[in-house]
C-alpha cells in the first residue's frame, strides 16, 4: 500500500463505519487492524491514546509494545478469539497504554468487531476506542475507600467480638441496633433476638430500663457522655457489677444520631479493691494495736518520710526531713553504723531485708528510745534501688525488762547453785546417815535381837508374861531393822543414778523368783513369765522393782484361793500411754511390762497414795510390811526415765503397769 493510498483509506474510515458526526461528538478514535498485512491504522484521535505525535500506521506488534505489559497477553489472546473465523465475535476490552513520546500511562476501552469476506475468512478487524483514564482512576479510589472500609470494618468487628468488654449502640427510640458478642453472651441470645429490642424487652428489669433511658436522654440533649455503675445478672456468671459510659454519635449537622455504649465488669475490681481497703484497715490497725511507726527513704533524693508516731519519738514539728537531720537523730554510738547501712542499702539485692535496732534522742527532752526497724528495698525497671522502706517500733520497755529479766535469771542462777550446793551437803549428809543407819543403829538392833533370842532360849525362867515382853521386844527389833533396811533403800534409789547397761530383765526376774523361792513355796503360788525386753538401765534398781511387785503380788493374796501371777511384756507407742501415766523422757515407743495377779486388790482411788512413803491400805495385824515398797518401784521406774501405775477392783486383783522408754 502506498502512501496515497494509505491516506485515503484513513480519510475514508469515518464513511466506512458509517460514524460521521457522532465520532466527533463522543472524542472516539477509529482504528483497524489488517489482518493480512497485521498493519494498524487510526485516525489522529486513536494515535493520541497511544502517546504518538505523528503517523496513522504502524505494525501490530509495534502497537503492542505501546500496551502495558500486564495487560499484553490478555490483549493478544482476547483479538484472537474475537478475529476466528468460528466465533466472528465482537470485542470490548480495556487496557493501558504507554505513551510512546509522552510515556503517559492511560486507560482506553476499545470496543470492534470482525469483517470476513465472501469466502468466510476474516481479513479485517476494526473499531473505535476512547479514553476512559479519569473514570478508571475514580473507580479505583472509590475500590480504596471501600476496601479501606471494609478493613475498618473488619477490625472493629474482630475488635468488638474479641474483646471481654460489652459495646453495643441504641437508636434515639432506646432499641439496640448493634451489640457485640460478649453483650450477647450476657445476655444468653441471639442477634436475631436482640437487635431491634427495647431494654424491656431484652428483659431488663422496668428500673433499670427506665434509668438507662433517662440517661439516653440526658445524652442526647447535653450531647456528651455519661458514665455510671450498675449491677446485672449474667446469663453463666450470675450477678456482676459493671462500669458503663453512654456516649453521643453525632451526624455532619451537629445532630445526635444515635447513642453507642461500652461496658465492662469491674466485679473482680470491686472485690480486689475492697480486700486491699479492707488489708489496709487491717494492716493500719496492727500498726496502732502494735504502736508501730513507718518510714521510708528516697535513696536518690537523701530524704525521709516518716509516720506522725516516728516523728513524736524523734520530736520532730514535720514528717518529711532530709537523711542528716534524721541521722542527727540517732544516737553517737549508734549514728555511723546507721548511716552506712542506708549508704549500703542501694547495693542490697532484690528480696533482702533491712534489720537495724539504734538509740534514738529526742529533739527536746533528751529523751532517749531503743528503736527496732525493719524494711525492704524497692527497685526501679533498671534494677536500681530507688527506695527504702519499712516499719518501726519502740522497743525500750521490751530492751528494759530483757535487762531485768536477764539479772533476775542471773540471781536465780546463783541462787540454784547455792540450792544445788546444800542439796548435795544434804545428799552427803543422807549418805552420812544411811553409813550411820546401817552401822550405828543396826549394832545396837542386832544386839537386842540377839539378847532376845538368848533369852527366849531359857523362857523355862520366864512367867509367861515375862516370855510375851521379851517376844514382843525381838518382834519390834525385827519390824525396826526391816524399816531400816527399807529406808536405807529408797534412800539410794532416790540418790542414785542407774547404770547406762544394758540388762536382760528376763534375768532379772529368773533371779528375784529364786531370792523369794520360800515365799512362792509356802503360798502355792503359780507364776508365768512372758519373753521381756532387754532395757538400759541398772540390774540392782531393776531387781528391787520386780521384787517388791512380785512379794506384794504374793503377800496381797487371797487366803482361799490359789495365788496366780503373770508378768507380760509388750511395745506401745507414746499415743497408746493411759492419760494418768506422764513418762520422765519423751519417747515414740515404749516398753509395757504388767504385773498381773489374782489377790484381794484395791479401790482405785487410792491409787496415787500407795506409791508415796509409808501409805498403807491396810493394819500391820493384816499384812506385814513398812509402805515403802511401791515408793522404791516409783523411783526405780522415775530413774530409767519411765512411770508406773496401777489398776485394781477389790478382791478381783491387780495390775501393776511400767512404762519405760525404748532406747
Same mark, same amino acid.
Given at each position: 500500500?502506498?502512501?496515497?493510498?494509505?491516506?485515503?483509506? @484513513?480519510?475514508?474510515? &469515518?464513511?466506512?463505519?458509517?460514524?460521521?458526526?457522532?465520532?466527533?461528538?463522543?472524542?472516539?478514535?477509529?482504528?483497524?487492524?489488517?489482518?493480512?498485512?497485521?498493519?494498524? =491504522?487510526?485516525?489522529?484521535?486513536?494515535?493520541?491514546?497511544?502517546?504518538?505525535?505523528?503517523?496513522?500506521?504502524?505494525?501490530?506488534?509495534?502497537? =503492542?509494545?505501546?500496551?502495558? &505489559?500486564?495487560?499484553?497477553?490478555?490483549?493478544?489472546?482476547?483479538?484472537?478469539?474475537?478475529?476466528?473465523?468460528?466465533?466472528?465475535?465482537?470485542?470490548?476490552?480495556?487496557?493501558?497504554?504507554?505513551?510512546?513520546?509522552?510515556?503517559?500511562?492511560?486507560?482506553?476501552?476499545?470496543?470492534?468487531?470482525?469483517?470476513?469476506?465472501?469466502?468466510?475468512?476474516?481479513?479485517?478487524?476494526?473499531?473505535?476506542?476512547?479514553?476512559?483514564?479519569?473514570?478508571?482512576?475514580?473507580?479505583?479510589?472509590?475500590?480504596?475507600?471501600?476496601?479501606?472500609?471494609?478493613?475498618?470494618?473488619?477490625?472493629?468487628?474482630?475488635?468488638?467480638?474479641?474483646?471481654?468488654?460489652?459495646?453495643? @449502640?441504641?437508636?434515639?427510640?432506646?432499641?439496640?441496633?448493634?451489640?457485640?458478642?460478649?453483650?450477647?453472651?450476657?445476655?444468653?441470645?441471639?442477634?436475631?433476638?436482640?437487635?431491634?429490642?427495647?431494654?424491656?424487652?431484652?428483659?431488663?428489669?422496668?428500673?433499670?430500663?427506665?434509668?438507662?433511658?433517662?440517661?439516653?436522654?440526658?445524652?442526647?440533649?447535653?450531647?456528651?457522655?455519661? /458514665?455510671?455503675?450498675?449491677?446485672?445478672?449474667?446469663?453463666?456468671?450470675?450477678?456482676?457489677?459493671?462500669?458503663?459510659?453512654?456516649?453521643?454519635?453525632?451526624?455532619?449537622?451537629?445532630?445526635?444520631?444515635?447513642?453507642?455504649?461500652?461496658?465492662?465488669?469491674?466485679?473482680?475490681?470491686?472485690?480486689?479493691?475492697?480486700?486491699?481497703?479492707?488489708?489496709?484497715?487491717? =494492716?493500719?490497725?496492727?500498726?496502732?494495736?502494735?504502736?508501730?511507726?513507718?518510714?521510708?527513704?528516697?535513696?536518690?533524693?537523701?530524704?525521709?518520710?516518716?509516720?506522725?508516731?516516728?516523728?513524736?519519738?524523734?520530736?520532730?514539728?514535720?514528717?518529711?526531713?532530709?537523711?542528716?537531720?534524721?541521722?542527727?537523730?540517732?544516737?553517737?554510738?549508734?549514728?555511723?553504723?546507721?548511716?552506712?547501712?542506708?549508704?549500703?542499702?542501694?547495693?542490697?539485692? &532484690?528480696?533482702?531485708?533491712?534489720?537495724?535496732?539504734?538509740?534514738?534522742?529526742?529533739?527536746?527532752?533528751?529523751?532517749? /528510745?531503743?528503736?527496732?526497724?525493719?524494711?525492704?528495698?524497692?527497685?526501679?525497671?533498671?534494677?536500681?534501688?530507688?527506695?527504702?522502706?519499712?516499719?518501726?517500733?519502740?522497743?525500750?520497755?521490751?530492751?528494759?525488762?530483757?535487762?531485768?529479766?536477764?539479772?533476775?535469771?542471773?540471781?536465780?542462777?546463783?541462787?540454784?547453785?547455792?540450792?544445788?550446793?546444800?542439796?548435795?551437803?544434804?545428799?552427803?549428809?543422807?549418805?552420812?546417815?544411811?553409813?550411820?543407819?546401817?552401822?550405828?543403829?543396826?549394832?545396837?538392833?542386832?544386839?537386842?535381837?540377839?539378847?532376845?533370842?538368848?533369852?527366849?532360849?531359857?523362857?523355862?525362867?520366864?512367867?509367861?508374861?515375862?516370855?510375851?515382853?521379851?517376844?514382843?521386844?525381838?518382834?519390834?527389833?525385827?519390824?525396826?531393822?526391816?524399816?531400816?533396811?527399807?529406808?536405807?533403800?529408797?534412800?539410794?534409789?532416790?540418790?542414785?543414778?542407774?547404770?547406762?547397761?544394758?540388762?536382760?530383765?528376763?534375768?532379772?526376774?529368773?533371779?528375784?523368783?529364786?531370792?523369794?523361792?520360800?515365799?512362792?513355796?509356802?503360798?502355792?503360788?503359780?507364776?508365768?513369765?512372758? &519373753?521381756?525386753?532387754?532395757?538400759?538401765?541398772?540390774?540392782?534398781?531393776?531387781?528391787?522393782?520386780?521384787?517388791?511387785?512380785?512379794?506384794?503380788?504374793?503377800?496381797?493374796?487371797?487366803?482361799?484361793?490359789?495365788?496366780?501371777?503373770?508378768?507380760?511384756?509388750?511395745?506401745?507407742?507414746?499415743?497408746?500411754?493411759?492419760?494418768?501415766?506422764?513418762?520422765?523422757?519423751?519417747?515414740?515407743?515404749?516398753?509395757?511390762?504388767?504385773?498381773?495377779?489374782?489377790?484381794?486388790?484395791?479401790?482405785?482411788?487410792?491409787?496415787?497414795?500407795?506409791?508415796?512413803?509409808?501409805?498403807?491400805?491396810?493394819?500391820?495385824?493384816?499384812?506385814?510390811?513398812?509402805?515403802?515398797?511401791?515408793?522404791?518401784?516409783? /523411783?526405780?521406774?522415775?530413774?530409767?526415765?519411765?512411770?508406773?501405775?496401777?489398776?485394781?477392783?477389790?478382791?478381783?486383783?491387780?495390775?501393776?503397769?511400767?512404762?519405760?522408754?525404748?532406747?
Amino acid at each position: 500500500m502506498n502512501n496515497e493510498e494509505h491516506s485515503n483509506s @484513513v480519510k475514508s474510515l &469515518p464513511e466506512q463505519l458509517d460514524l460521521g458526526f457522532a465520532l466527533e461528538v463522543t472524542q472516539l478514535g477509529v482504528w483497524e487492524l489488517n489482518l493480512r498485512s497485521k498493519y494498524v =491504522l487510526w485516525d489522529d484521535r486513536c494515535r493520541a491514546l497511544f502517546g504518538l505525535s505523528s503517523g496513522n500506521s504502524l505494525s501490530y506488534e509495534q502497537a =503492542l509494545s505501546y500496551i502495558h &505489559p500486564d495487560d499484553v497477553e490478555r490483549v493478544r489472546t482476547a483479538v484472537q478469539r474475537a478475529t476466528d473465523p468460528a466465533v466472528n465475535g465482537s470485542y470490548d476490552e480495556t487496557y493501558r497504554t504507554i505513551g510512546a513520546d509522552d510515556g503517559k500511562l492511560r486507560w482506553v476501552r476499545f470496543y470492534g468487531r470482525a469483517y470476513s469476506s465472501e469466502e468466510g475468512d476474516v481479513y479485517r478487524f476494526a473499531g473505535v476506542a476512547h479514553e476512559v483514564t479519569d473514570q478508571k482512576m475514580a473507580e479505583q479510589r472509590e475500590d480504596a475507600v471501600r476496601d479501606h472500609a471494609a478493613r475498618q470494618q473488619r477490625i472493629l468487628e474482630t475488635i468488638s467480638s474479641t474483646t471481654p468488654d460489652l459495646m453495643y @449502640v441504641f437508636d434515639l427510640n432506646y432499641r439496640f441496633t448493634y451489640a457485640n458478642q460478649a453483650l450477647l453472651n450476657m445476655w444468653g441470645a441471639t442477634w436475631e433476638d436482640s437487635i431491634g429490642k427495647s431494654l424491656l424487652e431484652i428483659g431488663y428489669e422496668p428500673w433499670h430500663a427506665e434509668m438507662h433511658e433517662r440517661e439516653i436522654d440526658q445524652v442526647v440533649a447535653t450531647r456528651k457522655s455519661i /458514665r455510671g455503675e450498675v449491677s446485672f445478672v449474667h446469663a453463666s456468671l450470675g450477678r456482676r457489677i459493671y462500669d458503663y459510659v453512654f456516649s453521643p454519635v453525632v451526624n455532619e449537622n451537629g445532630e445526635v444520631e444515635a447513642i453507642a455504649g461500652t461496658t465492662r465488669d469491674v466485679t473482680d475490681l470491686i472485690v480486689a479493691r475492697q480486700a486491699l481497703e479492707e488489708n489496709q484497715a487491717a =494492716l493500719s490497725t496492727a500498726i496502732e494495736v502494735a504502736e508501730l511507726g513507718t518510714w521510708a527513704v528516697d535513696i536518690a533524693h537523701k530524704t525521709c518520710t516518716l509516720s506522725q508516731r516516728v516523728a513524736d519519738w524523734l520530736g520532730l514539728d514535720t514528717t518529711t526531713i532530709d537523711l542528716e537531720s534524721f541521722l542527727a537523730r540517732i544516737g553517737e554510738s549508734d549514728r555511723e553504723r546507721i548511716r552506712k547501712s542506708f549508704s549500703e542499702s542501694g547495693h542490697l539485692r &532484690p528480696g533482702t531485708h533491712y534489720d537495724e535496732t539504734y538509740i534514738v534522742d529526742h529533739a527536746t527532752d533528751g529523751r532517749h /528510745r531503743i528503736i527496732h526497724a525493719m524494711g525492704r528495698v524497692y527497685f526501679d525497671k533498671e534494677g536500681r534501688a530507688v527506695k527504702l522502706e519499712g516499719s518501726a517500733q519502740d522497743i525500750t520497755t521490751e530492751r528494759l525488762m530483757t535487762q531485768l529479766l536477764e539479772q533476775q535469771v542471773q540471781q536465780r542462777t546463783l541462787e540454784l547453785e547455792r540450792v544445788n550446793e546444800s542439796l548435795l551437803r544434804s545428799n552427803d549428809n543422807l549418805r552420812n546417815f544411811a553409813y550411820v543407819a546401817s552401822h550405828d543403829l543396826q549394832e545396837p538392833l542386832r544386839k537386842i535381837q540377839q539378847f532376845g533370842n538368848l533369852l527366849i532360849s531359857r523362857q523355862t525362867t520366864f512367867s509367861d508374861n515375862e516370855l510375851s515382853y521379851v517376844k514382843r521386844m525381838h518382834s519390834a527389833a525385827g519390824r525396826m531393822s526391816v524399816l531400816i533396811d527399807d529406808l536405807l533403800n529408797f534412800a539410794s534409789v532416790s540418790m542414785q543414778q542407774p547404770a547406762n547397761e544394758p540388762v536382760d530383765t528376763n534375768q532379772v526376774v529368773e533371779n528375784v523368783l529364786s531370792t523369794l523361792e520360800v515365799a512362792i513355796v509356802e503360798a502355792n503360788a503359780d507364776i508365768r513369765v512372758e &519373753p521381756l525386753p532387754e532395757i538400759s538401765g541398772s540390774v540392782s534398781q531393776l531387781t528391787q522393782l520386780f521384787q517388791n511387785l512380785i512379794g506384794n503380788a504374793i503377800k496381797f493374796r487371797k487366803s482361799s484361793v490359789r495365788p496366780e501371777i503373770r508378768i507380760t511384756a509388750q511395745t506401745v507407742d507414746a499415743g497408746q500411754l493411759p492419760a494418768a501415766v506422764s513418762p520422765v523422757e519423751s519417747a515414740v515407743y515404749y516398753h509395757r511390762i504388767d504385773v498381773i495377779d489374782n489377790g484381794i486388790g484395791f479401790d482405785e482411788k487410792y491409787r496415787d497414795r500407795i506409791f508415796q512413803v509409808f501409805q498403807r491400805l491396810h493394819g500391820k495385824s493384816e499384812f506385814a510390811g513398812t509402805g515403802i515398797g511401791l515408793a522404791i518401784c516409783e /523411783r526405780v521406774a522415775a530413774n530409767h526415765g519411765g512411770a508406773i501405775t496401777a489398776s485394781s477392783i477389790p478382791d478381783k486383783g491387780s495390775t501393776f503397769s511400767i512404762f519405760l522408754p525404748v532406747r
